[in-house]
């Protein structure tokens, strides 16, 4: 179990030093072109290991026989990217990065909602008071 908690949090890590890689290359590239590097490198590594790791089983027949909807998710990445790109162009990283946190929770209690039926106020007053802290922090120091 505290592998797991530790692979969760070293994700966490490496998502913000991604995020801040991502953000010198659309800087240096302009935002389309940052994106475009992004995901070219990202699906060159991806065909690389899943060639040659051995707990990847390259199976093509699978890739064709799932509902086309499923691959919505590589879509929802990109628009996640650029809107990411967009947001740390006018707040810090520390806002960017808690607000994703709570549009992640929000989007799981949303999730729980709909397949689920599992609903609670705690969940949702606890994304509004993340929500709001962002926001008053982004205020009070605002110059």
Known sequence: MYLIV?????????TVVSKM????????????NGSLVNYVVA????????LFSPYAKADLQACTAVP??????????VIAFVITIITLNRMK??????????GQLLAGIL???AIFGNFTWAKFTGVLLVTTGILWDKKVTAP
Request: charged residues 5%; negative net charge.
């Open 68 to 77: 086309v909807y499923l691959y919505a998710g590589g879509a929802f990445g």
């Open 43 to 50: 699906s060159i590594l991806a065909l690389i290991l899943l």
């Open 93 to 102: 990283v520390f806002q960017s990065t808690i607000l994703l946190l709570a």
């Open 111 to 113: 999730f729980d909602v």
């Open 21 to 32: 890689i991502n953000y010198r290359a659309a800087q240096e590239l302009g935002t389309w």
């Open 6 to 14: 530790f692979v969760a949090f070293l994700y966490g890590c490496a």
